[in-house]
DNA sequence: GCTGCGCGATATCTGTGACGTATCGTCGCC
DNA sequence: GGCGACGATACGTCACAGATATCGCGCAGC
């Protein structure tokens, strides 16, 4: 069976006059009766009662129209799921996170994209750096956005670009000597209790830390560590100690807490965002596109992979 | 677009390999190659991504199969439901009937046909004998049930089988004189309030009671009417007067009346079962077939008629 | 680094079957 | 009873689905 003998028992029943019905198809009149004969035998039931006043559908004939337009139907809306989803319209975006790039910029890039794309479904999981890139590379993930580019096994296969660079600054609570401040030097730091990211969560802030203060004794020797930028800054409020974070942490402003830069300069690894190069599939593509019109952080290789999906540039913003 | 272009995606999708799939569909590489090709140049994008792992569906693909085996399964439903509604296992009965009958023999009948074919849909309604004959003439009803065979324009069209006899009995109070009597003769009724059918509602048996009373003035010329058998019954309950109706009237026994056959013995028209011959449909012949074995007046007409139905005979007490 | 192999695409032929034209059988209808 | 309308049948034809043979390419392996 064929979706042709559906489309012409629909045509015959809406007709009910194999002339007229076979003309409405663009043929002539014996192929409609062979056909509709042979969908009667495929079948095994008489389909339609051919009288003198019409040619009208039997009992059977009246079940299977109704399934054969839901199936016509599907048909149908199967080609324009398909082209919709080519389009990234529709889909899936799987996207893991650090805590950090929520405060900037995945506010300004989600808001966007899902306003140019109502229609797909994002699934947001915060996690670690090094976690994001493991289920990213697993193929659990479409994109993970963490410090520092993914290293190790599988990360090959990634494409990565930087989508936000950060300095090193300090967060204390607004009844600490350093309230007022507008730099603090590292060398002062020593005695104080620090608020880092715990190394196995985020290894390459740790490390670029570890650099800063050099080799020796230091006061990350014995740190209080915080998964996010929210603890250090919670925690620091608390008189804990002296917060260490991303400049961007400065958006995350309170009353109770004041912010300071760090001398010397301090550069912690980049925000990065990476994906699977051989899945870069429409939904995915436009939402790099967002990306790219909303971090000036990120550089020309990402305009080359997009370049593969030339249909996807320029899209997010204005989907047809 | 062919549902042949529907199964080769999905056995591909399935297999993830051309060769694989095309030997599981019984055809060789080439043309499944080839109907692909044909079906992503329709569809107006790229289905499946050929890499060397394998055969995967893209994004635009995976959306297609969704609906593509939706299609293929309303396909196969069809088949499904053009069977079983041509064996009348699916369907709907639109049967109008006066309430008499509703007293004996539906009860039995509909139990047992519902009891066969659960899935097929009645639509019951009671209505008098003339508007159930009108209302099946009109195409609104598949079955009527009422007293009289139908007559005038249309009627000629039908097929009308006795299914029950009455002789005419007579209802009274327990109070009333008549109460406790085995038997009340004609003449003893004038000087009585008759209550008995309306003569809109059932012309056959004003008739056949006008027949049996004869010429001249009569208690019938000014009687109180009443709908059916049960208000018959409360009416002459409440002493209003002498009840006549249906001997199946006697099934419908009350603690505070009283029935008691008429003399001479008075033959009201018999309940009659009437459908378009020209409307034979599956679920029409299984209930006619349920009546046959319930209703021993019927004669040998409905044979003839199933005889049309072969395959409906003998199926509504064993469906498949 | 070249060869071998697996796999999908391409080229070409073939046969089935869907369709067209012509005609028949039948049923209403004037 | 002739006529017209309509669906079924008969038969020729051509398009296309499918078969066979072969090519191109990418990966693996000695």
């Known amino acids: 069976m064929e979706a042709r003998h559906l489309r012409y028992a629909l045509a015959l029943a809406e007709h009910q006059h194999f002339g007229r019905a076979a003309a409405s198809l663009g043929i002539a009149q014996p192929p409609l009766s062979a056909q509709i004969a042979a969908l009667e035998r495929e079948v095994g039931e008489r389909l339609f009662d051919r009288t003198s006043r019409g040619v009208f559908p039997t009992a059977a004939g009246a079940a299977f129209l109704a399934r054969a337009r839901r199936a016509l139907d599907e048909m149908g809306g199967a080609v324009v799921d398909a082209g919709r989803a080519a389009r990234g319209e529709t889909g899936r975006l799987r996207l893991g996170f650090i805590g950090s790039a929520l405060v900037a910029p995945l506010p300004g890039v989600l808001g966007r994209f899902q306003r140019a794309r109502p229609d797909v479904r994002l699934d947001l999981r915060e996690m670690s750096s090094p976690a994001g890139a493991a289920a990213l590379i697993a193929g659990d993930l479409d994109v993970a956005v963490g410090r520092g580019a993914p290293r190790g096994a599988g990360a090959e296969g990634l494409v990565t670009v930087p989508i936000g660079a950060d300095d090193l600054i300090a967060v204390v609570a607004r009844t600490h000597p350093f309230a007022g401040r507008d730099v603090v030097h590292l060398d002062q730091l020593a005695g104080e209790n620090l608020i880092v990211a715990t190394a196995d969560q985020e290894p390459a802030v740790v490390a670029a830390l570890r650099a800063a203060f050099g080799p020796g004794p230091s006061p990350l020797d014995c740190p209080t560590a915080a998964r996010d930028v929210h603890t250090i ?33 301090v550069r912690l690894p980049d925000l990065h965002l990476s994906f699977r190069a051989a899945d870069l599939s429409p939904v995915l593509a436009a939402f790099l596109d967002v990306v790219r019109a909303n971090c000036h952080e990120v550089g020309s290789r990402l305009d080359e992979v997009l370049a593969r ?11 047809t």
């Open 233 to 265: 800054i919670g925690l620091a409020a608390c008189r804990v100690g002296v917060g260490l974070g991303p400049t961007r942490m400065r958006l995350l402003h309170r009353d109770d807490v004041w912010f300071c830069d760090v001398q010397p300069r």
């Open 309 to 319: 999906h030339p249909a996807a540039v320029d899209r997010a913003a204005a989907p």
